[in-house]
């Protein structure tokens, strides 16, 4: 349902353009690795939760035992619906008043878990790696004592949202927080004009065909 609902609005504002990528390499020498996952209608980020720990000990408690946690961004009333609607669409777009993240426990493989989705796997320099990390932790809306807002349990599997900083609209969507998430890495993607799951897993497809020898897809 939220696919159809968000596809539709998309469509109708002509927003399933697909940029090409920046025609820079991949830096090489590339050692760490995460993940974007495709959902259909948004991307998330598939990181190890050791590191994103690291960046953010104020998850620590919740996530110290998974392997991996996926990472996805969005309006917050639109993400956290039970059930969505064209008016929560719209409303996200036009008028989002707030946003959140919701963050997946991931116990397991990563390509076992998404085993019905689209994943592709990036590899970073170590120093690309630490600016992804910086980016995410920078999203969570934190306290003057680093605390994290969880707002209740998530979408599917043992999973939390929580208050996010960023604004959600027609032109900056969960996707395009994602392309610049992985841009921030120093990754071939553009995040202009990216505002739907196709834009980003196109680019990061063409990036694969391109740096071979540095990024790597399943």
């Not at 996926?70 to 059930?83: K, L, T, V």
């Not at 003057?144 to 349990?153: F, Y």
Request: proline fraction near 5%.
């Amino acid at each position: 349902m939220r696919i159809a609902v968000l596809a539709v609005v998309l469509m109708l504002f002509g927003c399933a353009n697909v940029p090409g990528p920046p025609t820079d390499e991949a830096p090489c020498g590339a050692s760490r690795v995460f993940y974007v996952v495709n959902h259909g209608w948004h991307t998330g980020l598939v990181i190890a939760s050791r590191d994103l720990l690291k960046a953010l000990p104020a998850l620590t408690d919740e996530f110290a035992d998974a392997q991996f946690v996926e990472i996805g961004w969005g309006d917050a009333g639109f993400y956290r619906a039970p059930e969505v609607t064209l008016g929560l669409a719209l409303r996200a777009l036009f008028r989002s008043q707030a946003t959140v993240l919701h963050v997946v426990k991931v116990s397991e493989d990563p390509q076992r878990y998404f085993a019905g989705s689209e994943m592709i796997e990036l590899r970073v320099t170590e120093d690309g790696y630490r600016q992804l990390l910086a980016f995410v932790a920078r999203t969570f809306t934190r306290s003057p004592k680093e605390e994290v807002e969880a707002l209740g349990p998530g979408l599917y599997g043992n999973s939390r949202f929580y208050r996010a900083g960023g604004s959600y609209s027609l032109s900056y969507t969960c996707n395009t927080w994602v392309a610049e998430a992985v841009a921030a890495s120093g990754l071939p993607i553009s995040s202009a004009s990216v505002l739907t799951a196709g834009s980003v897993m196109s680019q990061l497809r063409q990036a694969t065909s391109v740096t071979t020898s540095c990024v790597y897809a399943h």
